[in-house]
């Protein structure tokens, strides 16, 4: 089917852990994300999220634990909320493996390991995928992460992302600019794998980071992965709008999307990239199945197992808020945080009380929930999109791998019908495929400015 219509993009939202958004539901009888530590577990997962021609799988991560709610990590080790959680850079290969299409975003925290490291691990992965890595880049917002990576604590939020910025020249210069196009020759009669004319150490001597060396790697086929972030406080907007290709980002209506994401494309037409150069992104769940009365019925069911309570605590460690301090109607006292800004925001614009963030996390998380036939849930995401002005979503899980099963089986064949979702994969690298522009970063993006000169 061809068609002019705006085609949706779609991530499933996972975690390398039990508990990642709707917590409480690894009790369902059906769940099997028990099996995080096992590889048949994410392959599974990987070809059924490729059988529905998903973009990709968008990994979050988190360093540290949420011991802010009661001032204890102890409901966070009883639900499992993001708590035990494993390295999800170490499932890609094995995903990889076993598709051909699927894209992997992948969270690490940029204050955790050295830009110089931290480049050649994301070229090898771009390697091995042939390019379908993403990084989701993230400064972190959690003390108790800090803490036990050596600090004192938390540092300021803005300045968090200031850092970042170094972060990113850094692994810039290596990624586009240590090795020229043609600096791998493979030439066995001559004896010469590269060409030492064609490859150059980096010198970086920023405000936070010192980098003297050779890239590792030879170019891959992004060299930069495909950047994903999700900063939406005023000034993660503005490190979005330098280095963003994908966004996502938590909104509670279609005009609270709309709102966002025109700032955000605003905001990357003025940093001279355009309007279109970000694909944004928002958070949702869906419960669907044949007919409505079955989608009620199996919503009331991961309703029964969900736990509201561990949702709020992941919400204090977002806000930084003890949530347990407060009675169910008092007023909550919303400052400014050092944590996520842009949930506090979120709370404080709607006046969230302790009794209306469980009722937002009946099902355990905060994201919207749809619910309904494939028919009346692709209606809904077409609204989404066109109302709020995004691209796609990630696809919080409920019940794994159900949740994504009935996406897959219910709704996916009703958006092809409607000229809404992609019938197969486009070709190329996982950026390509999203933008269509070529594999490599565009020549508006600031990485761009790092590459080796095409003229020498």
Same mark, same amino acid.
Request: hydrophobic share 40%; glycine share 10%; proline share 4%.
């Given at each position: 089917m061809?068609?002019?219509?705006?085609?949706?993009?779609?991530?499933?939202?996972?975690m390398?852990c039990?508990?990642h958004?709707?917590?409480g539901?690894?009790?369902?009888?059906?769940?099997?994300s028990?099996?995080?530590?096992?590889?048949?577990?994410?392959? !599974?997962? *990987?070809?059924?999220?490729? +059988?529905?021609?998903f973009?990709?799988?968008?990994l $979050? &991560?988190?360093?540290? /634990?949420?011991?802010?709610?009661?001032?204890?990590?102890?409901?966070?080790?009883?639900?499992?909320?993001?708590?035990?959680?494993?390295?999800?850079?170490?499932?890609?290969s094995?995903?990889?493996?076993?598709?051909?299409?699927?894209?992997?975003?992948?969270?690490?925290?940029?204050?955790?390991?050295?830009?110089y490291?931290?480049?050649?691990?994301?070229?090898?992965?771009?390697?091995?995928?042939?390019?379908?890595?993403?990084?989701?880049?993230?400064?972190?917002?959690?003390?108790?992460?800090?803490?036990?990576?050596?600090?004192?604590?938390?540092?300021?939020?803005?300045?968090?992302?200031?850092?970042?910025?170094?972060?990113?020249?850094?692994?810039?210069?290596?990624?586009?600019g !240590?090795? *020229?196009?043609n600096?791998? +020759?493979?030439d066995?009669?001559?004896?010469?794998? $590269? &060409?030492p004319?064609? /490859?150059?150490?980096?010198?970086?001597?920023?405000?936070?980071?010192?980098?003297?060396?050779?890239?590792?790697?030879?170019?891959?086929?992004?060299?930069?992965p495909l950047?994903?972030?999700a900063?939406?406080?005023g000034?993660?907007?503005a490190?979005?709008?330098?280095?963003?290709?994908?966004?996502?980002i938590?909104?509670?209506?279609?005009p609270?999307?709309?709102?966002?994401?025109?700032?955000?494309?605003?905001?990357a037409?003025?940093?001279?990239?355009?309007?279109?150069?970000?694909?944004?992104?928002?958070?949702?769940?869906?419960?669907?199945?044949?007919?409505?009365?079955?989608?009620?019925?199996k919503?009331?069911d991961?309703?029964?197992?969900?736990?509201?309570?561990a949702?709020?605590?992941?919400?204090s460690?977002?806000?930084?808020?003890?949530?347990?301090q407060?009675?169910? &109607?008092?007023?909550?006292t919303?400052?400014?945080?050092?944590?996520?800004?842009?949930?506090?925001?979120?709370?404080?614009?709607?006046?969230?009380t302790?009794?209306?963030?469980?009722?937002?996390?009946?099902l355990?998380g905060r994201?919207?929930?749809?619910?309904g036939?494939?028919?009346?849930?692709?209606?809904?995401?077409?609204?989404?999109?066109?109302?709020?002005?995004?691209?796609?979503?990630?696809?919080?899980?409920?019940?794994?791998?159900?949740?994504?099963?009935d996406?897959?089986?219910?709704?996916v064949?009703?958006?092809q019908?409607?000229g809404?979702y992609?019938t197969?994969?486009?070709?190329?690298?996982?950026r390509?495929?999203?933008?269509?522009?070529?594999d490599?970063?565009?020549?508006?993006?600031?990485?761009?400015?790092?590459?080796?000169?095409?003229?020498?």
């Amino acid at each position: 089917m061809t068609t002019d219509k705006k085609q949706i993009l779609f991530n499933a939202f996972g975690m390398n852990c039990v508990g990642h958004i709707n917590h409480g539901l690894w009790t369902h009888p059906r769940d099997q994300s028990h099996l995080y530590t096992t590889l048949p577990y994410w392959t !599974s997962l *990987a070809r059924t999220l490729e +059988r529905g021609l998903f973009d990709g799988l968008f990994l $979050a &991560d988190i360093i540290g /634990v949420y011991d802010v709610y009661g001032g204890s990590a102890d409901l966070t080790l009883r639900e499992a909320i993001q708590l035990p959680v494993n390295d999800p850079a170490m499932l890609i290969s094995a995903m990889a493996a076993v598709t051909e299409n699927l894209g992997f975003g992948v969270t690490a925290n940029q204050s955790a390991e050295a830009p110089y490291l931290f480049a050649r691990r994301f070229s090898t992965l771009d390697h091995l995928t042939q390019g379908r890595i993403g990084w989701n880049i993230v400064t972190g917002y959690l003390d108790s992460a800090a803490r036990a990576l050596g600090d004192t604590g938390l540092s300021e939020h803005d300045s968090r992302y200031d850092r970042a910025d170094d972060y990113m020249e850094v692994l810039y210069k290596l990624w586009e600019g !240590s090795w *020229a196009d043609n600096a791998v +020759r493979r030439d066995k009669a001559a004896r010469i794998y $590269a &060409d030492p004319a064609r /490859v150059r150490p980096i010198a970086h001597d920023g405000p936070y980071y010192r980098s003297h060396g050779i890239h590792l790697a030879e170019p891959s086929r992004q060299r930069t992965p495909l950047l994903y972030q999700a900063g939406t406080s005023g000034r993660g907007r503005a490190f979005a709008a330098r280095h963003g290709e994908c966004i996502f980002i938590t909104a509670t209506s279609p005009p609270a999307a709309r709102k966002t994401a025109r700032q955000l494309r605003q905001e990357a037409a003025d940093a001279g990239r355009g309007a279109d150069a970000l694909r944004i992104f928002v958070g949702i769940t869906i419960v669907t199945g044949e007919t409505d009365a079955i989608a009620r019925e199996k919503h009331a069911d991961y309703l029964a197992h969900a736990n509201p309570e561990a949702g709020l605590a992941h919400f204090s460690a977002s806000t930084g808020i003890d949530f347990a301090q407060y009675d169910l &109607d008092a007023p909550i006292t919303y400052g400014v945080s050092n944590a996520s800004q842009s949930a506090v925001e979120v709370a404080r614009a709607a006046g969230w009380t302790r009794r209306r963030i469980l009722e937002e996390a009946a099902l355990g998380g905060r994201y919207p929930v749809l619910v309904g036939t494939g028919a009346e849930v692709a209606t809904a995401l077409g609204q989404w999109v066109e109302e709020g002005e995004i691209d796609g979503f990630n696809i919080t899980r409920t019940v794994v791998p159900e949740s994504y099963e009935d996406v897959i089986d219910h709704i996916v064949p009703v958006l092809q019908e409607r000229g809404l979702y992609k019938t197969a994969y486009g070709e190329g690298s996982f950026r390509n495929r999203l933008f269509g522009r070529g594999d490599r970063l565009p020549d508006t993006h600031v990485g761009a400015s790092h590459r080796w000169p095409s003229a020498t």
